[in-house]
Structure formats: structure tokens, C-alpha cells
């Protein structure tokens, strides 16, 4: 009779177990996610800030990299200063239940260091960092490329903004437009790539979403069109605009994983979709969203040198982006989403959050529609939101 050693057999069965990638992982709510082996962690930080047109792309970058191979634990660094009981800081639980929220006062705190910022994140490294929340490379904006540079990360991707873009002459904007070297964003990039660091830094605009805490940009249009409001808007209407998914952008965000090196190579990348709109066509998609017929949609076209942006969400001319670089160098797909495809469930969210019956004021439109006109009444649309009195006597009819 022949005799196995029990201690081989062990010996034997862990090395199948680790060389088949199939050793026990624990289920944790520490960022870990199972099925992973942490023989080949690779550690994703998210920095996040407080809300406003980027407040919802940690959330959906989370969701976006949570099935990603390459990423194994997910950390968000939260803004403590964010709004807990809103979009999407209340969803956090629920929606990404594996992924570790660490907050941090990473806006009121302008001492922030890279030592304090580590021994928040409980001594943790990472081998990718999103940093959603830097303005500029002071406080926690250097904390996160100081402690970006000790950790060695494999990529540093910034999410900055196409605002810095200045006199632009060729649309869509590409990558080598001008900039404002004065810029937060601009600085911190520069920051980044004094360091060492490998940058790659998204320029996004205009964002919305399922879970956004800024509405401005559609709601404007919903505001006036469900008062039977005219939509005061400058120049012709015809100037482009691009209106992005969160869920498109975290894709984006997440594309850099793709080709790294060329990701880096290239390092710097316009972020939106490449689906234009005129700002009158925003109009009447919104109108068709809210149940309007567009025939009774009241555009005022206005001359924008005599009244300037006044409340319209968007820029006076012409100012757009488009992803190519993105989808030539680092393989995105484009879009999964289209406003026009998803301006019926933001209708309903906006009625939702009481849109239709908030307090506003239109004073600024009063003046706009008043002064653009040709015709001059006492009475006026406006008079049972924003109530004027009004001396039109000396007025030449």
C-alpha cells in the first residue's frame, strides 16, 4: 500500500488554486469586489468633489469601472462638503455597494497635504487615479499629485474642462485650441506633468444625467415652456452645442484603460458627445419632451451685443467639442445615449422635482422680449410671475 502525503496534496491543490487565478477572494465592502484575485489588485481612486456639472461622474465612472478587468477595488475620495440626502451621494449605498466612500474636506480644507490625504485613505495605494474635484494645484488639488507621484500610478486622468478654450476659430474645437493659461485646470495639468506624472486630462462641457445635481442647461427651456413663456435666445439660434450623458462621459473617462500608453502619449482629449444641436433645436425637442406642440413654441431671437448672455445657459456663439481624438486613439465607441432619446425621462424628472411650480424670476427675460419687440402692451406674459408697472407713455408706438 502506498502512502500520499497529506501536506503535498495541500501544497499542491494552492498552486492550483492560484496559478487558475481561483484562490478565495473575500465579498467586501471595502472596495474589494469578488471574484477578483488580490494577487493582481489593481486599486482605482476616484476623487470626487461636492457636486455642480461634474457631480455625478464619480458615480458613474464607479459603475462603469466596477466590471472593468483591470480594476479590481474601488475607492471614492468624497468631498465631505457634498449633499448627502441628494443625487448621487444618496445613491452611493445602494447602487455601488462595493465601492469604499472615504470623505474628505477636499474644498474647505486649503492646508490639505499628500500625509493627511494618506492617512485618510487608511495608508491605501492606487494604481489609477480620476481626480474629479482639483480646481487648482493647491490643497487638495497637489495632495492628490503628491500622493499620485509616491504611489507610482499607472495613469493620473484629470478631468478638467473645455471652458478654458479662449477665441476659438475652428469648431468642433480641437485639442490644440488655445487655452487660458490662467486657468485652475490649466495649472493643475501643469502641475501634474511637472511632477512626473502620467497625465491624461479630459476638457468636458455641458453634462447631464440621470442623477445630476445641476439642471440649469435643459431646465431653462422647460422652465419657459411650461408657463407658455417665449424662450429669449441670442443671435439666430443656429450656434451648436453638444449635451453629454454623465453615463457617456464615464465611459470616456474610463476609455484611457484601453491603450494607456497612447492614452498618455496623447494626454490630452476633448470629452463630450458628437451629436450637435442648434439652440433652437434644443427648443423643440424640449418641447416635444413636455407635451407641446413646437408650433406654439415662442423663440425670441435677440441681439446679443445690446443684451448680452442675460440667463441663457449657454454660450453666445459657437462653442463645441467632439471626441475623434478619443475614438481614434483610445478605441471609445462613442455615445450610447441622444438628448432627443433621453429628453422624455428628464421631463419627468423635472416636473418631479417641482420645476413647473418653483419661484423664479424673469425679470431679465421681461427686458429681453420687451425691448426685441415691435409692439408694446401694458399688459404682459410676464405679469403673473414677475409683476413690473411699467410707464410706456412716452414710448413712440
Partial sequence: ???????????????????????????????????????????????QNKGGGHGELGFQLAKTLTD????????????????????????YATDIPNVKIVKAPLSSDDSMTADAMKELLGGASFDYVWDNASKKPEGAGKAICDCAKEWGVKLYTYVSSAGMY???????????????????????????????????????????????????????????????????????????????????????????????????????????????????????????AAGKDPASVNIELYDADLFGKATFPFRMTDFYVAPDMAKQTLGWTGPKHSLQGDLTDYYQSYVARGGPTKQMSL?????????????????SVYDQYDPLVIDTSEVNQ
Fill in 363 to 379: 425679470v431679465k427675460d421681461w427686458e429681453i422680449v420687451f425691448g426685441s419687440t415691435s409692439q408694446f402692451a401694458v399688459r
Fill in 1 to 47: 500500500m502506498r502512502f500520499i502525503n497529506s501536506s503535498l496534496v495541500l501544497l499542491v491543490s494552492a498552486s492550483v488554486l492560484l496559478s487558475t487565478g481561483h484562490a478565495f477572494t473575500p465579498v467586501s465592502r471595502s472596495g474589494v469586489r469578488s471574484g477578483k484575485s488580490s494577487l493582481c489588485m489593481s486599486a482605482a481612486l476616484i476623487v
Fill in 68 to 91: 472593468h478587468p483591470k480594476i479590481s477595488s474601488i475607492t471614492i475620495l468624497q468631498d465631505d462638503a457634498c449633499k448627502d440626502s441628494s443625487e448621487p451621494f444618496c445613491s
Fill in 166 to 288: 479662449q477665441n476659438p476659430t475652428q469648431f468642433p474645437m480641437p485639442e490644440t485650441t488655445p487655452i487660458k493659461d490662467s486657468a485652475g485646470q490649466a495649472k493643475q495639468d501643469q502641475y501634474a506633468v511637472d511632477l512626473g506624472l502620467p497625465l491624461v486630462s479630459f476638457r468636458p462641457q455641458y453634462i447631464y444625467g440621470p442623477k445630476s445635481n445641476k439642471h440649469d442647461y435643459i431646465d431653462w427651456y422647460f422652465d419657459r415652456l411650461v408657463r407658455d413663456l417665449p424662450l429669449p435666445i441670442p443671435a439666430d439660434g443656429t450656434q451648436k452645442v453638444s449635451l453629454t450623458n454623465a453615463e457617456d462621459v464615464a465611459s470616456l473617462l474610463a476609455s484611457v484603460l484601453n491603450d494607456e500608453q497612447a492614452a498618455v502619449s496623447q494626454r490630452f482629449f476633448n470629452c463630450g458627445t458628437d451629436q450637435l444641436h442648434t439652440y433652437t433645436d434644443v427648443a423643440m425637442m424640449c418641447a416635444e
